[in-house]
């Protein structure tokens, strides 16, 4: 922790190196936490850099944040997604078709299901703002529960149930003769 | 779902998380595995769902992102900028003073004297100018104007009456016991003075002091150290030839075969180069009590005499006279001592004939000449003989006489 306020305070002096270094560490988590909620990659990855250009943008504003880098890109992560939503609400979604067996799932994943993330992605529209929010930053971002409770701003609790709620919700979309 | 079903599935995700295998987590509530298993499978295969971002991607991003934070950092001021690269020292006072203080007080403060509340921002611009000048020569310009606007600033303060402390720095243009000139500037010399070093006019001096009622009064005073020449050999020999080359009548008026017997003065030359820790100079009046090669009484009280010493309208037992001395340590080494009193004026002349003449030791006369220089004897023999008439008057023309005729030298 002490490190990530060393690194945002040369962050707010342009640091080029800090910069670096900070898309280094936080460029992958952020996209799969915004691939997960949008389920397509080139959006992802636009939307990803855009995370980091309003970072830009705060530390310019002086409206950076303090010490918490990583929960700090989350909410910008998630805004930048929710405006996206707004954006294309109408527009016809990007069909996909990135199935986990033609990528990068190792044979060794208990996956029986076709589980493709075509699929996902229209489970996941299924599910209310907070269940997506737990499910891409535990799934995507990789966060413990713990972290996801302080960034969320819930009790752990709170997150078991919603990530539970979650994939229950997920799985009575994607196998629906299972649920009840 | 019921609550309990939720209960199984948070323990059951947990498991999964800690690695443990589907089969096993439901071998764990077998009467549930039905429904848990969908669940979990759901779970288990999210994150193999996770997209991974490409290297492309990652570093188009990178690119991207660096090249926006140059380009603000750019606007937000190449000067700044520049100013990086300068030491932080430089870089710090700056901001503090343009981000504390503001711009327009930074101009205020041009005129501020010592004791004045923006006065410590002015010596921070000064010295910062002086950081950010790369130029050799040109720091050294700037340096003397700094230095001459310490000057300035003191007369300033003498000027308006003000208290305050102060320093600067001068070539000193004369020593007097209670005061010195320093770069034009007097400076009064108090019983607290500090001095260091060997004091001599022409050398270069920092002067740490006080202004008050339009006086600066040192506190210490650093006398730089010069090339002084060895104390000389020097260039008079002459007396030494002539043991008795002042045929001076008036050797029968002084009474002072006392102070004559000064062959034991070896230790004299000690005092000129550097023999001082802390010397300071201290001046007082008082009545010949004893005088004998080494010491005087004067009232009471003990000075030291030497070879250096410096004897002015023939002083002797029962005269009055002004002392000035050097206090070393607690041990007072005289500089001077002159008859103040009426009489002793016609003597001024023959004062240091009458050494000369009395004393056994040619040697100590001709150093006694040299520390008063030379050339400073010579011309104040003629001079005085010249002038006499209008000096004999009082032991003080004869002490002008000499102080011009030293400085003359100096």
Same mark, same amino acid.
């Given at each position: 922790?002490?490190?990530?306020?060393?690194?945002?305070?040369?962050? =707010?002096?342009?640091?080029?190196?800090?910069?670096?270094?900070?898309?280094?560490?936080?460029?992958?988590?952020?996209?799969?936490?915004?691939?997960?909620?949008? #389920?397509?990659?080139?959006?992802?990855?636009?939307?990803?850099?855009?995370?980091?250009?309003?970072?830009?943008?705060?530390?310019?504003?002086?409206?950076?944040?303090?010490?918490?880098?990583?929960?700090?890109?989350?909410?910008?992560?998630?805004?930048?997604?929710?405006?996206?939503?707004?954006?294309?609400?109408?527009?016809?979604?990007?069909?996909?078709?990135?199935?986990?067996?033609?990528?990068?799932?190792?044979?060794?994943?208990?996956?029986?299901?076709?589980?493709?993330?075509?699929? !996902?992605? =229209?489970?996941?529209?299924?599910?209310?703002?907070?269940?997506?929010?737990? %499910?891409? !930053?535990?799934?995507?971002?990789?966060?413990?529960?713990?972290?996801?409770?302080?960034?969320?701003?819930?009790?752990?609790?709170?997150?078991?149930?919603?990530?539970?709620?979650? %994939?229950?919700?997920?799985?009575? =979309?994607?196998?629906? =003769?299972?649920?009840? | 779902?019921?609550?309990?079903?939720?209960?199984?599935?948070?323990?059951?995700?947990?498991?999964?998380?800690?690695?443990?295998?589907?089969?096993?987590?439901?071998?764990?509530?077998?009467?549930?595995?039905?429904?848990?298993?969908?669940? !979990?499978?759901?779970?288990?295969?999210?994150?193999?769902?996770?997209?991974?971002?490409?290297?492309?991607?990652?570093?188009?991003?990178?690119?991207?992102?660096?090249?926006?934070?140059?380009?603000?950092?750019?606007?937000?001021?190449?000067?700044?900028?520049?100013?990086?690269?300068?030491?932080?020292?430089?870089?710090?006072?700056?901001?503090?003073?343009?981000?504390?203080?503001?711009?327009?007080?930074?101009?205020?403060?041009?005129?501020?004297?010592?004791?004045?509340?923006?006065?410590?921002?002015?010596?921070?611009?000064?010295?910062?100018?002086?950081?950010?000048?790369?130029?050799?020569?040109?720091?050294?310009?700037?340096?003397?104007?700094?230095?001459?606007?310490?000057?300035?600033?003191?007369?300033? !303060?003498?000027?308006?009456?003000?208290?305050?402390?102060?320093?600067?720095?001068?070539?000193?243009?004369?020593?007097?016991?209670?005061?010195?000139?320093?770069? &034009?500037?007097?400076?009064?010399?108090?019983?607290?003075?500090?001095?260091?070093?060997?004091?001599?006019?022409?050398?270069?001096?920092?002067?740490?002091?006080?202004?008050?009622?339009?006086?600066?009064?040192?506190?210490?005073?650093?006398?730089?150290?010069?090339?002084?020449?060895?104390?000389?050999?020097?260039?008079?020999?002459?007396?030494?030839?002539?043991?008795?080359?002042?045929?001076?009548?008036?050797?029968?008026?002084?009474?002072?075969?006392?102070?004559?017997?000064?062959?034991?003065?070896?230790?004299?030359?000690?005092?000129?180069?550097?023999?001082?820790?802390?010397?300071?100079?201290?001046?007082?009046?008082?009545?010949?009590?004893?005088?004998?090669?080494?010491?005087?009484?004067?009232?009471?009280?003990?000075?030291?005499?030497?070879?250096?010493?410096?004897?002015?309208?023939?002083?002797?037992?029962?005269?009055?006279?002004?002392?000035?001395?050097?206090?070393?340590?607690?041990?007072?080494?005289?500089?001077?001592?002159?008859?103040?009193?009426?009489? #002793?004026?016609?003597?001024?002349?023959?004062?240091? @004939?009458? &050494?000369?003449?009395? @004393?056994? &030791?040619?040697?100590?006369?001709?150093?006694?000449?040299?520390?008063?220089?030379?050339?400073? @004897?010579?011309?104040?023999?003629?001079?005085?003989?010249?002038?006499?008439?209008? &000096?004999?008057?009082?032991?003080?023309?004869?002490?002008?006489?000499?102080?011009?005729?030293?400085?003359?030298?100096?």
């Amino acid at each position: 922790m002490q490190d990530e306020i060393e690194l945002l305070a040369r962050a =707010r002096r342009l640091d080029q190196e800090a910069l670096a270094e900070i898309h280094e560490t936080y460029y992958a988590p952020i996209f799969r936490y915004v691939a997960f909620r949008v #389920g397509d990659r080139e959006t992802a990855e636009d939307l990803t850099s855009e995370v980091f250009t309003r970072l830009l943008s705060a530390l310019r504003d002086k409206a950076a944040p303090q010490n918490t880098l990583r929960g700090w890109l989350y909410g910008v992560a998630s805004r930048v997604v929710s405006d996206h939503h707004r954006k294309h609400y109408r527009a016809p979604q990007v069909e996909l078709d990135e199935s986990i067996a033609s990528h990068e799932a190792g044979p060794s994943e208990v996956v029986e299901a076709v589980l493709t993330r075509e699929d !996902l992605k =229209r489970a996941m529209t299924e599910l209310t703002e907070d269940q997506k929010n737990v %499910i891409a !930053l535990r799934f995507g971002y990789d966060m413990p529960i713990q972290e996801v409770a302080r960034t969320l701003g819930k009790t752990e609790g709170a997150v078991k149930q919603l990530q539970v709620r979650a %994939i229950a919700a997920l799985a009575r =979309r994607l196998s629906p =003769r299972m649920a009840d | 779902m019921d609550a309990q079903l939720e209960w199984k599935l948070i323990e059951c995700l947990a498991a999964l998380e800690n690695g443990e295998s589907l089969e096993q987590i439901l071998l764990r509530y077998p009467e549930e595995a039905a429904r848990l298993q969908p669940m !979990l499978a759901v779970a288990a295969s999210l994150p193999a769902l996770r997209m991974e971002p490409s290297q492309e991607a990652r570093l188009k991003s990178r690119k991207a992102f660096l090249a926006q934070a140059a380009a603000l950092e750019a606007r937000r001021g190449p000067a700044r900028s520049r100013l990086f690269a300068r030491p932080l020292v430089t870089f710090a006072s700056i901001a503090l003073a343009f981000i504390l203080i503001g711009g327009g007080t930074l101009a205020a403060s041009a005129s501020a004297l010592p004791g004045d509340p923006l006065y410590g921002v002015k010596r921070i611009v000064e010295n910062v100018r002086l950081s950010i000048t790369p130029d050799d020569a040109a720091r050294a310009t700037l340096s003397a104007q700094f230095a001459q606007e310490r000057i300035d600033e003191i007369d300033a !303060l003498l000027a308006a009456g003000r208290e305050a402390e102060v320093e600067f720095g001068g070539i000193i243009q004369s020593i007097q016991a209670s005061a010195w000139l320093v770069a &034009n500037v007097p400076v009064d010399i108090d019983d607290n003075t500090r001095i260091e070093g060997s004091p001599q006019v022409g050398l270069r001096a920092q002067v740490h002091g006080r202004t008050q009622d339009g006086m600066l009064t040192a506190i210490s005073i650093v006398v730089e150290p010069g090339e002084e020449p060895a104390p000389a050999p020097s260039p008079t020999p002459e007396p030494q030839a002539t043991p008795r080359p002042t045929p001076t009548p008036r050797a029968t008026e002084t009474p002072e075969p006392t102070r004559t017997p000064t062959p034991t003065r070896t230790f004299a030359p000690t005092l000129t180069p550097t023999a001082s820790p802390t010397p300071s100079e201290v001046e007082f009046e008082g009545t010949v009590e004893r005088a004998d090669a080494q010491s005087w009484t004067i009232s009471g009280v003990t000075v030291e005499v030497n070879a250096a010493t410096e004897f002015r309208n023939s002083p002797g037992v029962g005269h009055r006279v002004k002392v000035k001395a050097l206090n070393i340590g607690g041990q007072l080494i005289a500089v001077s001592i002159e008859r103040i009193d009426a009489g #002793g004026g016609e003597d001024g002349n023959t004062n240091g @004939n009458d &050494n000369q003449n009395d @004393n056994g &030791n040619t040697n100590d006369n001709g150093n006694e000449n040299e520390d008063g220089n030379g050339n400073g @004897n010579g011309n104040e023999n003629s001079g005085g003989d010249g002038n006499e008439t209008g &000096n004999d008057s009082g032991g003080h023309g004869g002490d002008e006489n000499n102080n011009e005729n030293g400085n003359g030298n100096g």
